[in-house]
């Protein structure tokens, strides 16, 4: 099976203020049971911490097979004075979808 | 006599929101309620400094071209409007709204405008109040405030649409709340009555975002397809007495609405999600699950809330500088190269003309603007699209970024093209602090025809 988070789930990015949340939807059961183990807060630190020193914070959602990560002080100082081209950071759902997960 | 079930419909999830599929799902929809949201955080700092500039104006730039849509059709099908689009001047909306819809074949409307979330003076006179953001004391950004809105709750759109007016007209008010009003006016909630307002607050939260409930910001072709995406419809929600919530969409559209969109849009703008504070409650969706009724209808169920805290959530816009900003294209050989240069050449420019800036940022679109240099090695592309940003208080020094980005069409390295220079933009930005309830006082003003 595939651990990259890509081909497990799909994702979407909100914004309030300078704090990203990112939510991981698995396809299905499998999906969400590697998911629910392996991407950890962790994780998706690592693969933000060229942007944010964090913290990540991790909620889970079983019924939904959902996984809502919140990340601060990523979004460049917030949506409101962000130099990036992308402020509310709609872009970064597609970020943590490129995480590859240990076996 | 009351209907059993009443269907609201979302019309608009910001100020420049498409406004075709509101009019399809008002035609097409059998809504007795439509309700348009249209302001981000900082949007109202930006039409207050309108209305310092013309006490007529202060209203969502967009709203006259919105209404004379939505009006017409929504008088022709018996739906009445809710929206926030009054943002720094709610009163000054109603009378615009009012003067232009006879031409628009609507001579005897009504409208109610929700007063009382502006909050600017009160809080001159709390300047020990502290920012959430960042701990400071409120004082820190009082010189540069330009608009402070209390968001407001369910209980006063409830109260506004109590007047009998076709058309409800507000500032600030929680977007889920602009969608729980018209439960609380129908069915005569009790406004403590938890699991009610949790099923109406977790309605207005998936449909305030329009076509994001229904397969936008969604599709990845191969992976997630949505059937005429191009067509895309807008959700509207069906809710009974004792708090049943279905979520549907205009009949016929495009787009899709199941468990994958639900979803995605559940946890929309989330942080915990066993506490969604809005004005009305704190909600809880740790419970929640969605289940496919028939095609695009799901039900909710699950919803959760606890008693509403004793403070409003206030959103201070202030002035922070300026923002210079210019894009220019390199491609085919060594492009990405020639960007590099072309950004140092920029910076030099900038820094031996004497300007300082507080912040600058460089992009090479197509390489890392969304995703930043994570040190993964990654091919060059074939194209590259430089970008600078820039921070400063000197409108001056902003102008001069995007006007050096440009100027290497001629004096930097070879073959660039496309520049742009984007100007000077200056900076509303927002903080937020938290003011206790008792001392905000609303009020609903009729206006139009009694």
Known sequence: MSRRVYDLGHARAGDKGNTSNISVTAYNEAAWQVLRAKLTEAQVL?????????????????????????????????????????????????????????? | MQKSVLRIGAGSGMSDDRIPPAVELIERGALDYVCCECLAERTIAREALDRSRNPG????????????????????????????????????????????????????????????????DLLRDHAGLTLMEDGAPLESILPRM??????????????ALDTGAQVVITGRVADPSLFLGPMLHHFGWAYDDWDRLAAGTLAGHMLECTGQLTGGCFADP???????????????????????????????????????????????????????????????????DFAQEAADRVRVIGARARP????????????????????????????????????????????????VYSEMRCDLIGMNSLHGEDGRPRPEPYEVR???????????????????????HMQGPGSAGGGINFGAREILAVKSVLLPREKVRTEVVLEGVR
């Open chain 2, 57 to 120: 104006l202060g209203f969502t730039p967009s709203m006259l071209e919105r209404m004379e849509a939505i009006l017409p059709p929504s008088r022709a099908h018996g739906v009445r409007i809710v929206s926030n689009m009054g943002a720094a001047n709610p009163l000054g909306a109603a009378r615009a709204l009012l003067a232009a819809a006879p031409g628009w074949g609507v001579p005897d409307l009504s409208c109610a405008v929700l007063l009382g979330d502006d909050v600017t």
């Open chain 2, 386 to 408: 430089l970008r600078i940003a820039a921070r400063t208080d000197s409108r001056k020094a902003a102008e001069a970024v995007g006007a050096e980005v440009r100027g290497n």
């Open chain 2, 222 to 288: 191969g992976m997630k397809e949505v059937e005429d995406l191009a067509g895309l419809g807008y959700p509207f929600v069906d809710v009974t007495a004792d708090g049943a919530i279905t979520l549907g969409k205009t009949p016929g559209s495009g787009g899709r609405l199941d468990r994958a969109t639900c979803t995605e849009q559940i946890l929309y703008e989330m942080h915990d999600p066993a506490a969604y504070i809005t004005p009305d409650c704190v909600l809880d969706i740790t419970d929640v």
């Open chain 2, 308 to 355: 509403r805290t004793a403070t409003y959530k206030v959103v201070v816009g202030y002035f922070d500088g300026y923002i210079g900003c210019g894009e220019m294209s390199y491609a085919g050989i060594n492009a990405v190269a020639r960007a590099k240069l072309a950004i140092e050449v920029v910076k030099e420019r900038l820094r031996r003309r004497g300007f």
């Open chain 2, 146 to 159: 330009a608009s402070a809105n209390a968001y407001l709750g369910a209980d006063g759109v409830a109260r």
């Open chain 1, 46 to 103: 690592a693969a933000f911490r060229h942007l944010t020193p964090g913290p990540v914070r991790r909620y889970e959602l079983p019924k939904l097979r959902a996984l809502n990560f919140v990340i601060e002080n990523a979004l460049g100082g917030g949506v409101t004075r962000s130099l990036a081209i992308d402020p509310h950071g709609k872009g970064l759902s597609s970020l943590l979808l490129t995480i590859e997960l240990p076996d």
